[in-house]
């Protein structure tokens, strides 16, 4: 097993196995995301070619970003049941037969169908659940940092192929773009299947920063029904107010980052004269700075109160939003908005999974995290679909990117609403 030879491997270089988790999962994570951030570049090639509208076009995003997130719980309680390898290759055969179907459709119906529906349940059936999940069962220390590192991966992803994807639109077509995508996700697959595997125990290990010397036993078979797993643990943490603190910040988060951002930068950019391949990479520029800063924030995060991080984090990206339309769409502007916005774009993740851990317990922290994230792709498809019926009748992305904006200012003053944990309990 490749497993296996590459775990003797990486013991005589005394390298934990969990970090090859990390490295297989974050290009996983990389190519899944940058296939959810694809679309953006085909709004107006698909405008030319088949007539639809923006806002047409921004429904089918809309369902995928709904359906992308509220598969998130059920893709907990899939991940606990199933395996981490089983639940992620399915999903990986899920994206694949979407997009490869999607290259032969020609109605509204079917970009709904393929791009909304079976896109949105294939990529929500990992998410951000599985770097959660791998950062709890592999690490003891170092998991906030593990978390930044996985979380950059999906928003990096997002936004890093967009030049390429766009090059390839401008030069042969979407679809010549759209099968590349399906080559990288094939590729990505055959690392999940060689790679991956469940647990620690499953190569002799412990997790890492586990100080003990025998490999932890497997857990009992977990039979408990996916649906009972996930609406029970939605029934208990909704009588918590935190909870709903923490779900209205991601719902806010989604709707200034993937509905809006990412989706329709590019076709905005456009109204004010600026190349599509010129706007992608700025997308992409943003994606740089945002690894950058979603790895600092899993750092600070493990070191500082996560209420005020999270504060800072949403009360300045809710001021750049605010800047760009001021910005007169300068190569000066932009080159500041993607710096300052792009280092904000996920830094958000790492301080809510901790404080969702504090709150609920590790061994609940994954499907609570689940339900909160539903939130977070409720609010990128409510985004996604306002945006374009903004630019649809007002004939102006400007108004959503200022409701935005206020909305971030909203989301940085409630977070401090939530009660602080005593050093001890936080700890434990």
């Not at 013991?11 to 679309?39: D, Q, S």
Request: aromatic share 12%; glycine share 10%; hydrophobic share 55%.
């Amino acid at each position: 097993m490749i497993s296996n030879w590459l775990s003797a491997a990486l013991a005589r270089r005394n390298i934990h196995y969990g970090w090859a988790m990390v490295a297989v999962t974050f290009l996983t994570a990389l190519i899944a995301a940058g296939t959810v951030g694809a679309p953006g570049v085909f709004i107006v090639p698909l405008q030319k070619e088949f007539g639809w509208t923006t806002a047409e076009i921004s429904s089918a995003l809309s369902i995928r970003f709904i359906l992308f997130g509220l598969m998130a719980p059920f893709a907990a309680a899939l991940l606990n049941r199933y395996g981490l390898r089983n639940v992620t290759l399915s999903a990986q055969l899920i994206v694949i037969s979407g997009l490869v179907a999607s290259l032969a459709m020609t109605k509204v119906w079917h970009l709904m169908l393929l791009w909304g529906v079976v896109i949105g349940i294939g990529t929500g059936m990992t998410a951000l659940v599985l770097g959660a999940t791998i950062a709890a069962r592999w690490f003891v220390a170092r998991r906030g940092l593990v978390v930044g590192i996985l979380t950059a991966s999906v928003a990096t992803g997002q936004l890093a192929f967009l030049p390429l994807l766009a090059s390839l639109t401008e030069t042969y077509g979407w679809r010549i773009a759209l099968t590349l995508v399906c080559v990288l996700l094939v590729v990505s697959a055959f690392g999940v299947l060689m790679i991956m595997r469940d647990r620690p125990s499953d190569v002799g290990l412990r997790p890492f920063g586990d100080e003990g010397t025998e490999p932890l036993p497997a857990p009992p078979p977990n039979n408990t029904p996916i649906m009972a797993a996930a609406l029970g643990t939605l029934r208990d943490a909704s009588k918590s107010g935190v909870f709903w603190i923490l779900f209205a910040t991601f719902f806010i988060c989604g709707a200034s980052t993937n509905g809006l951002v990412q989706v329709h930068l590019i076709p905005m950019c456009l109204d004010f004269g600026i190349p599509q391949v010129q706007a992608a990479s700025l997308l992409a520029a943003m994606g740089i700075f945002d690894f950058v800063g979603t790895i600092a924030s899993g750092w600070l995060s493990d070191r500082y109160d996560n209420r005020y991080l999270l504060f800072w984090y949403y009360g300045l990206r809710g001021l750049s939003l605010l800047f760009l339309p001021f910005s007169d769409f300068t190569l000066y502007g932009l080159s500041l908005f993607a710096m300052f916005y792009g280092l904000d774009w996920i830094a958000t993740v790492p301080p809510t999974v901790r404080l969702t851990a504090q709150r609920f317990g590790a061994e609940r922290a994954n499907l609570v995290f689940g339900w909160i994230f539903a939130g977070h792709q409720l609010g990128a498809g409510t985004a996604a679909f306002g945006a374009g019926l903004s630019r649809t009748v007002l004939q102006s992305y400007l108004p959503a990117f200022f409701v935005a904006g206020a909305l971030c200012v909203v989301a940085a003053l409630i977070v401090l609403a939530i009660a602080r944990v005593p050093a001890k309990t936080a700890a434990a």
